[in-house]
């Protein structure tokens, strides 16, 4: 089975993106650490320090499944939901495909 992609687009109010960026890297080691995470890179716009794509490859959907039900997740997650439209976020999931 080919891997996982979720790619995900954060845009944060310039008030809130420290507080967002200490849990999100809390998650960002987190998930590095777990079996099934095999790549999980913040990228910041060249143009625009309060935007950001997270470039996360995981085993499979399972594999997804449980890092969203890690404490770590669960508390960043948490601290979108709080800052509201303080906080844009998008994700997209995609296979990785080979020949």
Not at 34 to 55: L, R, T, W
Not at 61 to 88: P, S, T
Request: net charge negative; charged share 30%; proline share 2%.
């Amino acid at each position: 089975m080919a891997n996982l992609v979720n790619l995900v687009h954060v845009a944060c109010d310039p008030e809130v993106r420290e507080e967002l960026l200490d849990k999100l890297w809390i998650n960002v080691h987190g998930a590095r650490a777990e079996e099934h995470c095999y790549q999980f890179e913040v990228s910041v716009a060249g143009d625009d320090p309060n935007a950001f794509i997270f470039y996360e490859v995981y085993k499979d959907e399972a594999a997804l499944a449980w890092h969203k039900e890690q404490q770590y997740f669960l508390d960043y997650f948490a601290l979108v939901e709080k800052f509201g439209d303080k906080v844009n976020r998008s994700f997209k999931t995609y296979w990785v495909e080979d020949k």
